[in-house]
Protein backbone atom coordinates (compact mmCIF):
# COMPACT_ATOMS: atom_id res chain seq x y z
CA UNK A 1 0.00 0.00 0.00
CA UNK A 2 2.41 2.76 -1.21
CA UNK A 3 1.86 6.05 0.46
CA UNK A 4 1.16 9.06 -2.19
CA UNK A 5 3.55 11.21 -0.62
CA UNK A 6 6.23 11.26 1.85
CA UNK A 7 4.19 13.41 4.16
CA UNK A 8 1.74 10.77 4.06
CA UNK A 9 3.78 8.35 4.78
CA UNK A 10 5.15 9.78 8.14
CA UNK A 11 1.76 10.86 9.28
CA UNK A 12 0.16 7.76 8.65
CA UNK A 13 2.83 5.93 11.12
CA UNK A 14 3.09 8.97 13.77
CA UNK A 15 -0.47 8.57 14.06
CA UNK A 16 -0.22 4.48 14.19
CA UNK A 17 2.72 5.28 17.10
CA UNK A 18 0.32 8.02 18.64
CA UNK A 19 -2.60 5.39 18.74
CA UNK A 20 -0.16 2.51 20.02
CA UNK A 21 0.31 5.33 23.34
CA UNK A 22 -3.09 6.16 24.12
CA UNK A 23 -4.26 2.33 24.42
CA UNK A 24 -1.01 2.23 27.37
CA UNK A 25 -2.78 5.39 29.10
CA UNK A 26 -6.30 3.95 28.57
CA UNK A 27 -5.01 0.48 30.24
CA UNK A 28 -3.34 1.62 33.23
CA UNK A 29 -5.58 4.27 34.06
CA UNK A 30 -7.96 0.77 34.11
CA UNK A 31 -5.62 -0.43 36.15
CA UNK A 32 -4.41 2.40 38.65
CA UNK A 33 -7.43 4.49 38.68
CA UNK A 34 -5.12 7.35 38.23
CA UNK A 35 -6.44 10.59 37.26
CA UNK A 36 -2.85 11.65 36.15
CA UNK A 37 -3.53 8.98 32.51
CA UNK A 38 -6.36 10.24 31.98
CA UNK A 39 -4.41 14.35 32.01
CA UNK A 40 -1.13 12.44 29.93
CA UNK A 41 -4.21 10.72 27.54
CA UNK A 42 -5.99 14.23 27.03
CA UNK A 43 -2.48 16.23 26.41
CA UNK A 44 -1.99 14.06 23.24
CA UNK A 45 -5.44 15.34 21.49
CA UNK A 46 -3.54 17.75 19.81
CA UNK A 47 -0.76 16.16 18.21
CA UNK A 48 -3.37 14.40 16.32
CA UNK A 49 -5.52 16.51 14.73
CA UNK A 50 -2.36 18.39 13.69
CA UNK A 51 -1.33 15.10 12.14
CA UNK A 52 -4.87 14.78 10.24
CA UNK A 53 -4.53 18.63 9.03
CA UNK A 54 -1.41 17.75 7.49
CA UNK A 55 -2.38 14.95 5.94
CA UNK A 56 -5.65 16.20 4.58
CA UNK A 57 -4.12 19.54 3.29
CA UNK A 58 -1.27 17.27 1.53
CA UNK A 59 -4.00 14.83 -0.13
CA UNK A 60 -5.69 18.09 -1.33
CA UNK A 61 -2.36 19.03 -2.64
CA UNK A 62 -1.89 15.89 -4.57
CA UNK A 63 -5.03 15.76 -6.30
CA UNK A 64 -5.30 19.10 -7.13
CA UNK A 65 -5.12 18.13 -10.72
CA UNK A 66 -5.56 14.55 -11.03
CA UNK A 67 -8.62 12.98 -13.08
CA UNK A 68 -10.70 11.44 -10.45
CA UNK A 69 -11.31 7.61 -10.45
CA UNK A 70 -7.73 6.66 -11.57
CA UNK A 71 -6.03 3.63 -9.64
CA UNK A 72 -3.78 6.92 -7.86
CA UNK A 73 -6.48 8.97 -7.13
CA UNK A 74 -8.19 5.95 -5.29
CA UNK A 75 -5.07 5.57 -3.31
CA UNK A 76 -5.25 9.06 -2.09
CA UNK A 77 -8.46 8.93 -1.47
CA UNK A 78 -7.87 5.42 0.76
CA UNK A 79 -5.30 6.93 2.39
CA UNK A 80 -7.08 9.49 3.83
CA UNK A 81 -9.90 8.22 4.70
CA UNK A 82 -7.63 5.35 6.98
CA UNK A 83 -5.96 8.88 8.49
CA UNK A 84 -9.70 10.43 9.61
CA UNK A 85 -10.85 6.55 11.12
CA UNK A 86 -7.65 6.73 12.97
CA UNK A 87 -7.60 10.37 14.22
CA UNK A 88 -11.05 9.52 15.01
CA UNK A 89 -10.36 6.50 17.21
CA UNK A 90 -8.09 8.90 19.20
CA UNK A 91 -11.40 11.29 19.54
CA UNK A 92 -13.28 7.68 20.59
CA UNK A 93 -10.76 7.16 23.36
CA UNK A 94 -10.71 9.89 25.21
CA UNK A 95 -14.66 10.00 25.13
CA UNK A 96 -14.74 6.77 26.94
CA UNK A 97 -13.56 8.72 30.13
CA UNK A 98 -15.59 11.93 29.78
CA UNK A 99 -18.39 11.94 32.83
CA UNK A 100 -15.21 11.08 35.08
CA UNK A 101 -14.85 13.36 37.95
CA UNK A 102 -11.25 14.78 38.95
CA UNK A 103 -12.41 14.82 42.32
CA UNK A 104 -14.21 11.03 42.08
CA UNK A 105 -12.94 8.01 42.39
CA UNK A 106 -12.82 5.33 39.51
CA UNK A 107 -13.02 1.91 39.28
CA UNK A 108 -14.76 -0.19 36.59
CA UNK A 109 -16.77 -2.90 38.33
CA UNK A 110 -15.56 -5.35 35.17
CA UNK A 111 -11.55 -3.55 35.15
CA UNK A 112 -9.71 -6.60 34.28
CA UNK A 113 -11.93 -7.25 31.19
CA UNK A 114 -11.67 -3.50 30.15
CA UNK A 115 -7.87 -4.08 30.40
CA UNK A 116 -7.63 -7.61 28.66
CA UNK A 117 -9.93 -5.53 25.65
CA UNK A 118 -7.69 -2.57 25.57
CA UNK A 119 -4.88 -5.17 25.22
CA UNK A 120 -6.38 -6.57 22.61
CA UNK A 121 -7.32 -3.51 20.58
CA UNK A 122 -4.09 -2.55 20.88
CA UNK A 123 -2.76 -5.67 18.84
CA UNK A 124 -5.30 -4.64 16.41
CA UNK A 125 -3.55 -1.36 15.71
CA UNK A 126 -0.91 -3.06 15.15
CA UNK A 127 -2.65 -4.57 12.08
CA UNK A 128 -3.12 -1.62 10.56
CA UNK A 129 0.83 -0.87 10.95
CA UNK A 130 1.23 -4.14 8.77
CA UNK A 131 -1.44 -3.56 6.38
CA UNK A 132 0.35 0.29 5.43
CA UNK A 133 3.47 -1.64 5.03
CA UNK A 134 2.47 -4.21 2.57
CA UNK A 135 -0.69 -6.49 3.07
CA UNK A 136 -3.56 -4.24 3.50
CA UNK A 137 -6.32 -7.04 2.37
CA UNK A 138 -5.20 -9.50 4.15
CA UNK A 139 -4.90 -7.13 7.23
CA UNK A 140 -8.19 -5.48 7.08
CA UNK A 141 -9.75 -9.19 6.83
CA UNK A 142 -7.93 -9.50 10.10
CA UNK A 143 -9.69 -6.67 11.33
CA UNK A 144 -12.98 -7.80 10.95
CA UNK A 145 -12.58 -10.81 12.28
CA UNK A 146 -10.68 -9.15 15.43
CA UNK A 147 -13.88 -6.68 15.41
CA UNK A 148 -16.28 -9.82 16.01
CA UNK A 149 -14.04 -10.69 19.13
CA UNK A 150 -13.69 -7.49 20.80
CA UNK A 151 -17.29 -7.12 20.78
CA UNK A 152 -18.17 -10.65 22.34
CA UNK A 153 -15.48 -9.35 24.74
CA UNK A 154 -18.09 -6.09 25.64
CA UNK A 155 -20.72 -7.90 25.83
CA UNK A 156 -18.90 -9.14 28.62
CA UNK A 157 -18.03 -6.09 30.14
CA UNK A 158 -21.45 -4.95 29.88
CA UNK A 159 -23.15 -7.69 31.19
CA UNK A 160 -20.59 -7.60 33.75
CA UNK A 161 -21.72 -4.52 34.83
CA UNK A 162 -25.17 -4.77 34.92
CA UNK A 163 -24.73 -7.47 37.00
CA UNK A 164 -23.33 -4.85 39.77
CA UNK A 165 -26.07 -2.14 39.21
CA UNK A 166 -26.86 -2.65 42.88
CA UNK A 167 -23.71 -1.68 44.14
CA UNK A 168 -23.72 1.37 42.40
CA UNK A 169 -24.92 4.90 42.90
CA UNK A 170 -26.82 7.13 39.78
CA UNK A 171 -23.27 8.83 39.35
CA UNK A 172 -21.06 5.58 38.90
CA UNK A 173 -23.57 3.70 36.82
CA UNK A 174 -24.12 6.73 34.31
CA UNK A 175 -20.24 7.02 34.30
CA UNK A 176 -19.46 2.88 34.10
CA UNK A 177 -21.58 2.86 31.30
CA UNK A 178 -21.10 5.74 29.22
CA UNK A 179 -17.24 4.18 29.73
CA UNK A 180 -18.56 0.75 28.44
CA UNK A 181 -20.59 2.56 25.47
CA UNK A 182 -16.94 4.61 24.68
CA UNK A 183 -15.33 0.85 24.32
CA UNK A 184 -17.91 -0.15 21.96
CA UNK A 185 -17.59 2.80 19.95
CA UNK A 186 -13.76 2.47 19.85
CA UNK A 187 -14.25 -1.70 18.28
CA UNK A 188 -16.78 -0.76 15.81
CA UNK A 189 -14.54 1.43 14.90
CA UNK A 190 -11.81 -1.21 13.95
CA UNK A 191 -14.27 -2.31 11.18
CA UNK A 192 -13.70 0.83 9.14
CA UNK A 193 -9.86 0.37 9.23
CA UNK A 194 -10.48 -2.68 7.79
CA UNK A 195 -12.94 -1.24 5.37
CA UNK A 196 -10.24 1.44 4.56
CA UNK A 197 -7.82 -0.96 4.14
CA UNK A 198 -9.53 -3.75 1.85
CA UNK A 199 -10.46 -0.30 -0.35
CA UNK A 200 -6.57 0.87 -0.73
CA UNK A 201 -6.19 -2.59 -2.33
CA UNK A 202 -9.12 -3.47 -4.20
CA UNK A 203 -10.73 -0.56 -5.33
CA UNK A 204 -13.98 2.50 -4.13
CA UNK A 205 -16.53 -0.29 -4.11
CA UNK A 206 -15.25 -3.16 -1.85
CA UNK A 207 -16.10 -3.11 1.47
CA UNK A 208 -16.01 -5.66 4.34
CA UNK A 209 -19.75 -7.19 3.38
CA UNK A 210 -19.30 -7.36 -0.19
CA UNK A 211 -15.55 -8.46 -0.42
CA UNK A 212 -16.92 -12.32 -0.64
CA UNK A 213 -19.19 -11.51 -2.98
CA UNK A 214 -16.30 -9.77 -5.34
CA UNK A 215 -13.70 -12.47 -4.51
CA UNK A 216 -16.72 -14.82 -6.06
CA UNK A 217 -17.70 -12.66 -8.94
CA UNK A 218 -13.67 -12.89 -9.98
CA UNK A 219 -13.96 -16.67 -9.46
CA UNK A 220 -16.47 -16.66 -12.17
CA UNK A 221 -14.58 -15.48 -14.85
CA UNK A 222 -11.51 -17.62 -14.01
CA UNK A 223 -9.34 -15.15 -12.01
CA UNK A 224 -8.22 -14.24 -8.94
CA UNK A 225 -9.01 -10.82 -7.47
CA UNK A 226 -5.68 -10.23 -7.04
CA UNK A 227 -5.40 -10.17 -11.18
CA UNK A 228 -8.44 -7.25 -11.55
CA UNK A 229 -9.45 -4.24 -11.09
CA UNK A 230 -12.29 -3.21 -9.91
CA UNK A 231 -13.16 0.04 -10.80
CA UNK A 232 -17.09 2.05 -9.84
CA UNK A 233 -19.16 3.11 -12.48
CA UNK A 234 -22.18 4.12 -10.56
CA UNK A 235 -23.97 4.65 -7.36
CA UNK A 236 -27.53 3.95 -7.18
CA UNK A 237 -30.17 6.11 -5.08
CA UNK A 238 -30.67 3.20 -3.10
CA UNK A 239 -27.49 2.67 -2.44
CA UNK A 240 -26.20 -0.20 -4.29
CA UNK A 241 -22.38 -0.11 -6.18
CA UNK A 242 -22.02 -0.74 -9.97
CA UNK A 243 -18.52 -1.61 -11.05
CA UNK A 244 -16.81 -2.66 -13.61
CA UNK A 245 -14.26 -5.53 -13.50
CA UNK A 246 -11.48 -5.95 -15.87
CA UNK A 247 -8.62 -7.69 -16.36
CA UNK A 248 -5.20 -5.26 -17.65
CA UNK A 249 -2.79 -7.26 -20.08
CA UNK A 250 1.09 -6.89 -19.59
CA UNK A 251 0.90 -4.05 -23.06
CA UNK A 252 -1.01 -2.26 -20.48
CA UNK A 253 -4.59 -2.79 -22.40
CA UNK A 254 -7.61 -3.24 -20.15
CA UNK A 255 -10.23 -5.73 -20.75
CA UNK A 256 -13.63 -5.19 -18.96
CA UNK A 257 -14.85 -8.55 -18.33
CA UNK A 258 -18.04 -7.78 -17.02
CA UNK A 259 -20.26 -5.73 -14.47
CA UNK A 260 -20.62 -6.41 -10.64
CA UNK A 261 -23.66 -5.14 -8.94
CA UNK A 262 -24.78 -5.43 -5.17
CA UNK A 263 -27.54 -4.47 -3.31
CA UNK A 264 -30.88 -6.07 -1.44
CA UNK A 265 -30.94 -9.64 -1.84
CA UNK A 266 -34.83 -9.08 -3.11
CA UNK A 267 -33.95 -6.13 -5.93
CA UNK A 268 -31.18 -8.78 -7.19
CA UNK A 269 -33.22 -11.66 -7.39
CA UNK A 270 -36.02 -9.77 -9.42
CA UNK A 271 -33.38 -8.53 -11.74
CA UNK A 272 -32.39 -11.72 -12.52
CA UNK A 273 -35.52 -12.40 -13.29
CA UNK A 274 -36.26 -9.24 -15.23
CA UNK A 275 -33.31 -10.55 -17.11
CA UNK A 276 -34.46 -13.87 -18.07
CA UNK A 277 -37.96 -12.72 -19.03
CA UNK A 278 -36.74 -10.31 -21.61
CA UNK A 279 -34.00 -12.74 -22.76
CA UNK A 280 -36.98 -14.66 -24.02
CA UNK A 281 -38.86 -11.75 -26.07
CA UNK A 282 -35.49 -10.16 -26.65
CA UNK A 283 -32.34 -11.70 -26.28
CA UNK A 284 -30.56 -8.70 -28.27
CA UNK A 285 -31.52 -6.43 -26.12
CA UNK A 286 -31.06 -7.45 -22.42
CA UNK A 287 -27.24 -8.53 -20.82
CA UNK A 288 -26.70 -11.96 -20.48
CA UNK A 289 -26.04 -12.33 -16.49
CA UNK A 290 -23.08 -14.38 -15.76
CA UNK A 291 -23.71 -14.93 -12.23
CA UNK A 292 -25.40 -14.19 -9.64
CA UNK A 293 -25.22 -15.13 -5.65
CA UNK A 294 -28.42 -17.39 -4.72
CA UNK A 295 -27.90 -17.04 -0.85
CA UNK A 296 -30.43 -15.31 1.15
CA UNK A 297 -28.43 -12.22 3.18
CA UNK A 298 -28.66 -8.35 3.57
CA UNK A 299 -27.03 -7.64 0.26
CA UNK A 300 -26.31 -10.05 -2.70
CA UNK A 301 -24.07 -9.65 -6.12
CA UNK A 302 -25.06 -9.62 -9.47
CA UNK A 303 -22.23 -10.41 -12.46
CA UNK A 304 -22.88 -9.24 -16.08
CA UNK A 305 -22.35 -9.02 -19.55
CA UNK A 306 -20.55 -5.93 -20.10
CA UNK A 307 -21.92 -4.22 -22.46
CA UNK A 308 -20.12 -1.14 -24.82
CA UNK A 309 -21.39 1.87 -25.80
CA UNK A 310 -22.77 5.20 -24.74
CA UNK A 311 -26.07 6.03 -22.28
CA UNK A 312 -28.84 7.62 -23.66
CA UNK A 313 -27.56 10.31 -20.87
CA UNK A 314 -24.12 10.56 -22.02
CA UNK A 315 -25.07 11.21 -25.36
CA UNK A 316 -28.09 14.54 -24.87
CA UNK A 317 -25.42 15.37 -22.13
CA UNK A 318 -22.64 16.22 -24.66
CA UNK A 319 -25.44 17.96 -27.38
CA UNK A 320 -24.44 14.81 -29.61
CA UNK A 321 -27.39 15.66 -32.18
CA UNK A 322 -26.21 12.68 -34.35
CA UNK A 323 -25.56 10.24 -31.47
CA UNK A 324 -29.69 11.15 -30.14
CA UNK A 325 -30.86 10.86 -33.72
CA UNK A 326 -29.13 7.34 -33.96
CA UNK A 327 -29.87 6.28 -30.48
CA UNK A 328 -34.04 7.44 -30.93
CA UNK A 329 -33.99 5.23 -34.21
CA UNK A 330 -32.70 2.44 -32.45
CA UNK A 331 -34.93 3.13 -29.86
CA UNK A 332 -38.37 3.35 -31.76
CA UNK A 333 -37.14 0.24 -34.28
CA UNK A 334 -36.83 -1.64 -30.58
CA UNK A 335 -40.19 -0.58 -29.46
CA UNK A 336 -41.82 -1.31 -32.14
CA UNK A 337 -40.68 -4.96 -32.16
CA UNK A 338 -41.45 -5.60 -28.61
CA UNK A 339 -44.25 -4.05 -28.23
CA UNK A 340 -46.25 -5.57 -30.88
CA UNK A 341 -44.53 -9.24 -29.94
CA UNK A 342 -46.01 -9.17 -26.45
CA UNK A 343 -49.23 -7.16 -26.94
CA UNK A 344 -51.83 -8.97 -25.23
CA UNK A 345 -55.43 -8.49 -24.89
CA UNK A 346 -55.32 -7.96 -21.37
CA UNK A 347 -56.03 -4.06 -20.19
CA UNK A 348 -54.54 -2.47 -17.55
CA UNK A 349 -54.44 0.58 -15.09
CA UNK A 350 -51.33 2.03 -14.51
CA UNK A 351 -53.09 4.21 -11.41
CA UNK A 352 -50.50 7.58 -11.99
CA UNK A 353 -52.60 9.08 -9.15
CA UNK A 354 -51.60 6.67 -6.78
CA UNK A 355 -47.94 6.63 -7.26
CA UNK A 356 -47.53 10.07 -6.54
CA UNK A 357 -49.14 9.86 -3.68
CA UNK A 358 -46.23 7.15 -2.63
CA UNK A 359 -43.95 9.66 -3.93
CA UNK A 360 -44.74 12.58 -3.23
CA UNK A 361 -43.68 13.29 0.35
CA UNK A 362 -39.82 13.02 -0.87
CA UNK A 363 -40.92 15.50 -3.48
CA UNK A 364 -42.61 18.10 -0.58
CA UNK A 365 -39.02 17.06 1.71
CA UNK A 366 -37.32 18.52 -0.94
CA UNK A 367 -39.13 20.98 -1.86
CA UNK A 368 -41.43 22.09 1.10
CA UNK A 369 -42.72 25.36 -0.80
CA UNK A 370 -43.54 24.11 -4.22
CA UNK A 371 -45.67 21.28 -2.45
CA UNK A 372 -47.76 23.20 0.10
CA UNK A 373 -50.94 22.37 1.15
CA UNK A 374 -52.43 25.03 -0.89
CA UNK A 375 -51.23 27.53 -3.51
CA UNK A 376 -52.08 31.13 -3.43
CA UNK A 377 -51.35 33.06 -6.99
CA UNK A 378 -51.85 36.79 -7.18
CA UNK A 379 -53.51 36.82 -4.02
CA UNK A 380 -55.65 34.06 -5.00
CA UNK A 381 -55.91 30.78 -3.27
CA UNK A 382 -55.98 27.63 -5.19
CA UNK A 383 -56.80 24.02 -4.88
CA UNK A 384 -53.72 22.36 -3.12
CA UNK A 385 -51.74 19.71 -5.04
CA UNK A 386 -52.99 16.88 -2.42
CA UNK A 387 -56.84 17.58 -3.43
CA UNK A 388 -55.81 18.38 -7.45
CA UNK A 389 -54.32 14.44 -7.25
CA UNK A 390 -57.56 13.20 -5.65
CA UNK A 391 -59.73 14.77 -8.37
CA UNK A 392 -58.28 13.42 -11.12
CA UNK A 393 -57.99 9.74 -9.36
CA UNK A 394 -61.03 9.96 -9.03
CA UNK A 395 -61.35 10.27 -13.02
CA UNK A 396 -58.23 8.02 -13.62
CA UNK A 397 -60.03 4.51 -12.91
CA UNK A 398 -61.51 4.89 -16.39
CA UNK A 399 -58.58 5.52 -18.13
CA UNK A 400 -57.86 1.99 -18.90
CA UNK A 401 -54.99 0.88 -21.21
CA UNK A 402 -56.63 -1.61 -23.76
CA UNK A 403 -53.93 -3.72 -23.94
CA UNK A 404 -50.79 -4.95 -21.78
CA UNK A 405 -47.14 -4.64 -22.99
CA UNK A 406 -43.58 -5.97 -21.68
CA UNK A 407 -42.45 -2.95 -19.85
CA UNK A 408 -38.98 -1.48 -18.52
CA UNK A 409 -40.25 0.11 -15.53
CA UNK A 410 -37.34 2.27 -14.92
CA UNK A 411 -37.05 3.46 -18.10
CA UNK A 412 -34.56 6.29 -17.38
CA UNK A 413 -32.03 8.01 -20.22
CA UNK A 414 -29.46 6.26 -17.75
CA UNK A 415 -30.85 2.81 -18.32
CA UNK A 416 -30.21 2.99 -22.10
CA UNK A 417 -27.77 1.71 -24.09
CA UNK A 418 -26.18 2.52 -27.59
CA UNK A 419 -23.55 0.74 -29.18
CA UNK A 420 -22.98 3.09 -32.38
CA UNK A 421 -20.50 0.41 -34.40
CA UNK A 422 -23.38 -2.30 -34.17
CA UNK A 423 -26.57 0.04 -34.41
CA UNK A 424 -27.90 -2.08 -31.35
CA UNK A 425 -29.48 -0.85 -28.71
CA UNK A 426 -29.22 -2.44 -24.71
CA UNK A 427 -31.34 -1.89 -21.98
CA UNK A 428 -30.26 -2.32 -18.46
CA UNK A 429 -31.49 -2.59 -14.31
CA UNK A 430 -34.49 -4.66 -15.59
CA UNK A 431 -35.82 -5.75 -12.11
CA UNK A 432 -39.19 -3.37 -12.42
CA UNK A 433 -39.97 -5.18 -15.59
CA UNK A 434 -43.47 -6.45 -16.40
CA UNK A 435 -46.64 -6.32 -18.33
CA UNK A 436 -47.71 -3.40 -17.92
CA UNK A 437 -49.50 0.18 -19.74
CA UNK A 438 -46.64 1.48 -22.31
CA UNK A 439 -47.26 4.92 -21.11
CA UNK A 440 -45.58 4.42 -17.97
CA UNK A 441 -42.19 3.81 -19.97
CA UNK A 442 -42.89 6.52 -22.10
CA UNK A 443 -43.38 9.65 -19.59
CA UNK A 444 -40.71 8.68 -17.25
CA UNK A 445 -38.30 8.56 -20.43
CA UNK A 446 -39.41 11.70 -21.67
CA UNK A 447 -38.91 13.33 -18.07
CA UNK A 448 -35.94 11.54 -17.40
CA UNK A 449 -34.79 13.89 -20.59
CA UNK A 450 -36.49 16.90 -19.43
CA UNK A 451 -34.39 17.13 -15.63
CA UNK A 452 -31.25 16.81 -17.07
CA UNK A 453 -29.41 19.86 -16.46
CA UNK A 454 -27.99 20.71 -20.11
CA UNK A 455 -24.80 22.55 -19.91
CA UNK A 456 -25.98 25.12 -22.48
CA UNK A 457 -29.09 26.38 -24.33
CA UNK A 458 -28.53 24.49 -27.56
CA UNK A 459 -28.16 21.05 -25.93
CA UNK A 460 -31.65 21.87 -24.05
CA UNK A 461 -32.95 22.78 -26.95
CA UNK A 462 -31.53 19.15 -28.19
CA UNK A 463 -33.49 17.58 -25.25
CA UNK A 464 -36.81 18.56 -25.92
CA UNK A 465 -36.88 17.52 -30.12
CA UNK A 466 -35.83 14.16 -28.71
CA UNK A 467 -38.71 14.78 -25.79
CA UNK A 468 -41.13 15.68 -28.29
CA UNK A 469 -39.97 13.03 -31.00
CA UNK A 470 -40.51 10.50 -28.04
CA UNK A 471 -44.17 11.47 -27.63
CA UNK A 472 -45.22 11.34 -31.39
CA UNK A 473 -43.73 7.76 -32.10
CA UNK A 474 -45.72 6.64 -29.01
CA UNK A 475 -48.82 8.63 -30.63
CA UNK A 476 -48.41 6.81 -33.59
CA UNK A 477 -48.18 3.34 -32.04
CA UNK A 478 -51.67 4.32 -30.00
CA UNK A 479 -53.19 5.38 -32.70
CA UNK A 480 -51.91 2.45 -34.99
CA UNK A 481 -53.44 0.14 -32.02
CA UNK A 482 -56.58 2.26 -31.48
CA UNK A 483 -55.36 3.20 -28.23
CA UNK A 484 -58.15 6.16 -27.45
CA UNK A 485 -57.26 7.54 -24.41
CA UNK A 486 -53.75 7.28 -24.99
CA UNK A 487 -53.56 11.16 -24.69
CA UNK A 488 -55.21 11.47 -21.18
CA UNK A 489 -52.99 8.74 -19.45
CA UNK A 490 -49.80 9.98 -21.29
CA UNK A 491 -51.09 13.60 -19.21
CA UNK A 492 -51.32 11.86 -16.12
CA UNK A 493 -48.07 9.76 -16.29
CA UNK A 494 -46.24 12.83 -17.49
CA UNK A 495 -48.18 14.59 -14.44
CA UNK A 496 -46.93 12.14 -12.03
CA UNK A 497 -43.22 12.09 -13.17
CA UNK A 498 -42.79 15.56 -13.34
CA UNK A 499 -43.79 16.19 -9.40
CA UNK A 500 -41.79 13.21 -8.31
CA UNK A 501 -38.78 13.95 -9.81
CA UNK A 502 -38.13 17.00 -8.31
CA UNK A 503 -36.66 14.97 -5.33
CA UNK A 504 -33.79 14.57 -7.56
CA UNK A 505 -33.60 17.93 -8.55
CA UNK A 506 -31.99 20.54 -6.16
CA UNK A 507 -31.99 23.67 -8.84
CA UNK A 508 -34.95 25.45 -7.49
CA UNK A 509 -35.62 27.04 -11.16
CA UNK A 510 -36.02 23.79 -12.78
CA UNK A 511 -38.00 21.97 -9.71
CA UNK A 512 -40.43 25.01 -9.95
CA UNK A 513 -40.37 24.21 -13.74
CA UNK A 514 -41.24 20.76 -13.24
CA UNK A 515 -44.03 21.40 -10.15
CA UNK A 516 -45.99 23.71 -12.58
CA UNK A 517 -46.30 21.97 -15.24
CA UNK A 518 -47.15 19.01 -13.09
CA UNK A 519 -49.97 20.97 -11.80
CA UNK A 520 -50.95 22.49 -14.95
CA UNK A 521 -51.41 18.80 -16.21
CA UNK A 522 -53.30 18.69 -13.26
CA UNK A 523 -55.47 21.05 -13.08
CA UNK A 524 -56.58 20.12 -17.04
CA UNK A 525 -57.58 16.84 -16.07
CA UNK A 526 -59.36 17.42 -12.81
CA UNK A 527 -61.13 20.41 -14.75
CA UNK A 528 -62.26 18.14 -17.80
CA UNK A 529 -65.76 17.07 -18.70
CA UNK A 530 -66.23 13.66 -19.36
CA UNK A 531 -67.28 14.32 -22.76
CA UNK A 532 -64.12 16.30 -23.60
CA UNK A 533 -61.89 13.15 -22.53
CA UNK A 534 -62.07 11.53 -25.84
CA UNK A 535 -61.04 14.29 -27.61
CA UNK A 536 -58.18 15.44 -25.92
CA UNK A 537 -54.95 16.34 -27.73
CA UNK A 538 -51.89 17.00 -25.15
CA UNK A 539 -50.22 19.82 -26.45
CA UNK A 540 -46.69 19.25 -26.63
CA UNK A 541 -44.93 22.48 -28.09
CA UNK A 542 -47.10 24.05 -24.62
CA UNK A 543 -45.78 21.86 -22.37
CA UNK A 544 -42.01 21.78 -23.77
CA UNK A 545 -41.41 24.66 -25.50
CA UNK A 546 -38.36 26.66 -23.31
Known sequence: MPAPS????????FLLDELGKHCYFMGLFFKTHSNDELALLRSRQGYVKILREKVELECA??????????????????HKTLIIALSDLSSMSMACFDEIEA??????????????????FGQSINLVTIGVDGAPRRAGLKLARRTEKLLALYEQIQQETLSQRDRLDDRELRTVLHCNFGLKRLVTQLSVLGEALIKADVGQVATLKNYRHLKDAAASLNYNLDDVTVKRLALTRSGSAIASIAYEGNDNSVDVLAVYKEGDYTKIKEEVEGVAQWQKVAPDVAPEVLAHSSRQGETSSLLIEHLPGKTFEKLALAGDQSGTEKILKALFKTLNRIWSDTLTAESCN????????????????????????????????????????????AKESRWTAPFSVLVHGDFNVDNLIFNEAEKRLYFIDLHRSSYFDYVQDISVLMISLYRLQAPDKKTRKLMMVCIEKIARYARKFAQKHNDELFELRLAAGLARSFATSTRFIYDAK????????????????????PEQEAHYQLSLEELFGE
Open 510 to 529: LASKMYFRSRYLLETLANMA
Open 350 to 393: AHFMAQLQKRIGDSRSVHPKLFAPTQTICDVVTLGFNELIERVQ
Open 6 to 13: KVVQESMH
Open 103 to 120: DQPFIHPAQKLCIKLVRR
Open 61 to 78: RVLQRRKPGTSFYNQVVA
